[in-house]
């Protein structure tokens, strides 16, 4: 079994501190992801209407088919 070398306890940061980094950090955590985010977003909308304009057709395709079913009644 693996144990870790004993080492000393750190003593817990203050709550003044955690919140002075977190205001620093979340505003540059956000002008980082949301350009990513927007760019993800762009290329998942193109992948999608890709997609969409291939199988277009079998869609139609089927609807064409099941519409003739409901109509006829089989």
Do not use: E, H
């Not at 002008?31 to 927007?38: D, S, T």
């Not at 079998?58 to 409901?70: F, K, N, P, W």
């Amino acid at each position: 079994m693996y144990m870790a070398p004993i080492t000393a306890a750190k003593a817990p940061v203050s709550t003044t501190a955690q919140r002075v980094t977190g205001l620093i950090v979340l505003p540059i955590s956000a002008v980082v992801m949301v350009p990513f985010l927007a760019g993800y977003a762009v290329y998942a909308v193109a992948a999608l209407g890709v997609r969409g304009l291939i199988k277009a057709p079998r869609a139609l395709l089927q609807m064409v088919d099941y519409a003739g079913q409901v109509a006829l009644g089989r």
